[in-house]
């Protein structure tokens, strides 16, 4: 196989060493039989040029932002600057003991403190806990205040979370994990709430309503005021998945629409690098009502002094010690580079970026929602289908041409969709790069559909059963048939 490297195990040889450590002057310890090893440790030999060369050649195995265009729709894949790793890991920072007594750690409560501020001014909401741990745990705080909000007024009856069919899977399945029904309804067309259909369901058994603004068609929810007066006078709340923040940067804001709540993905909209897992940060803010039930701890300021406070009615703690600290340093010197003034450009380049490839390919690729978008837009599939080539075997061929590929098949309510997001930080030469190859594609789908069904051919594993490689990964030497 071209592309396979051997791995670290098979390159072993007993005896070979990539150390030297003198023997000299090291007292010798006594280690209690017990804990001695019965058998050897199973670890390579290698020699110090192997281990090196083992981990470059691994490292190319992988696709990130910083290897090239990424442009996984509702991911925000954004670059991650340098000075944000590097302040994060600031010896003064990197090697605090989470038992530290606070007044020993007053810098960092400080970048808490003003986090904390940042987000609520950006969001326009009262205040925020930076406990969660990522962006569908940061729903889940939110769904267990608007639980706790219900519980507290004695309106237990109301147990069941409205969420469009147009929303990210973690809505309703954190709804679902925190014990509440999910009332699905019919989005629009473009994905935006069907007014009738939620008047439909609204009643006194609603909780909330968990909605994205622009939905994750890109689209901005033109009757949000209409929403949030319904489901208000419903007796809900109203829950803002703020993974699309991005969009709306310094334009407007959540607590502005009427939302009470919301989360706000650090590791998207704020850079921070994200993907695999994490490590991720999803902060949750309220409106000033809901105030008493925010995660704990919050960090508060007196006379110059920073603290963790707990509030009796919160609904307790998602994270231990001080959560996801080198998220946070990251999220605020991003914050501080771009400063109030700013913060506007953000979205406007987003939606820029994303309006130019769209209009850049909507004659060789089908787009059902025409018009402005907003940060992402949805292709479904290419324009001409008698080929057969499908969403999938494009989204395969661009790996091919060394781009990473759109996010495909969400949203649901488009059959062949396509989802693209490009995020601010694209250059034009890039967008124009990345729209060459989209048509080269369309093209080869016309000329030689049997060469896109077949994609990819030029990376290191062919088409997998990505249901399988999910599943069920091999992620064990000894597994590897
Ligand atoms: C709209 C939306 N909501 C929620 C999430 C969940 O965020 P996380 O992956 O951090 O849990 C995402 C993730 O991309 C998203 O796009």
């Known amino acids: 196989m071209k592309y396979y490297n051997k791995l670290i195990f098979e390159i072993s040889k007993e005896g070979r060493q990539g150390f030297n450590l003198t ?5 010798e310890v006594k280690i209690p039989k017990e804990l001695l090893r019965v058998t050897p440790a199973e670890l390579p030999e290698v020699s110090e040029f192997d281990v090196v060369r083992h981990y470059t050649n691994v490292s190319q195995k992988n696709f990130g932002v910083e290897t090239g265009f990424y442009p996984l729709g509702s991911c925000t894949m954004k670059y991650n600057p340098k000075i944000n790793d590097e302040l994060a890991t600031l010896s003064g920072f990197a090697n605090i003991h989470p038992l530290q ?9 400080k970048i808490y403190h003003e986090t904390q501020k940042i987000l609520a001014e950006i969001s326009g909401l009262a205040a925020y806990s930076l406990n969660p741990f990522a962006g569908a ?8 205040i608007i639980q706790a909000y219900h519980d507290k007024r004695h309106d237990s009856k109301r147990n069941k979370i409205i969420i469009p069919d147009s929303a990210h899977g973690t809505n309703p399945a954190s709804a679902t994990v925190c014990g509440f029904e999910t009332v699905e309804i019919k989005s629009n067309l473009d994905g935006t709430v069907n007014l009738e259909a939620l008047k439909a369901v609204l009643n006194d058994e609603t909780a909330g309503l968990m909605l994205t603004n622009p939905n994750t068609a890109g689209v901005f929810e033109k009757d949000i005021a209409e929403i949030s007066r319904l489901v208000h006078e419903a007796g809900g709340l109203l829950y803002y998945d703020g993974a699309n923040l991005n969009a709306i940067l310094g334009k407007t804001r959540p607590g502005d629409m009427g939302f009470d709540i919301t989360h706000i993905n650090l590791h998207k909209t704020f850079s921070t690098p994200h993907g695999g897992g994490g490590p991720g940060s999803g902060p949750v803010g309220v409106c000033e009502k809901l105030l008493e039930f925010l995660p704990n701890p919050i960090v508060k300021e007196k006379n110059g002094f920073y603290y963790f406070e707990d509030s009796a009615d919160s609904i307790g703690a998602l994270g231990l010690f001080y959560g996801n600290a080198s998220v946070y340093i990251r999220a605020y010197v991003y914050l501080m580079t771009f400063g109030n003034e700013s913060m506007s450009d953000i979205g406007l380049m987003a939606v820029l970026n994303a309006n130019y490839i769209k209009e850049s390919l909507k004659d060789v690729f089908e787009l059902p929602i025409k018009g402005h978008c907003m940060h992402e837009f949805v292709f479904d599939g290419l324009k001409d289908q008698s080929t057969g080539v499908k969403t999938l075997d494009v989204a395969k061929r661009l790996l091919d041409y060394g781009y990473h590929a759109p996010t495909v098949y969400f949203p649901l309510i488009f059959s062949q969709s396509m989802m693209i997001e490009p995020t601010e930080v694209e250059s034009k ?20 559909p049997e060469l896109v069904k077949t994609a990819p051919h030029n990376t290191i594993v062919r088409r997998l059963d990505e249901a399988k490689a999910a599943r069920q990964p091999i992620v064990k030497f000894r597994d590897i048939k």
Do not use: S, Y
């Open 101 to 109: 007594p606070v007044e020993t750690v007053q810098g960092l409560l």
């Open 137 to 144: 745990h940061g729903e889940l705080a939110g769904l267990m």
């Open 23 to 27: 023997e000299k002057n090291i007292p």
């Open 429 to 448: 030469e890039t967008l124009d790069e990345f729209i060459n190859i989209m048509r080269v594609v369309a093209q080869e789908a016309k000329d030689n």
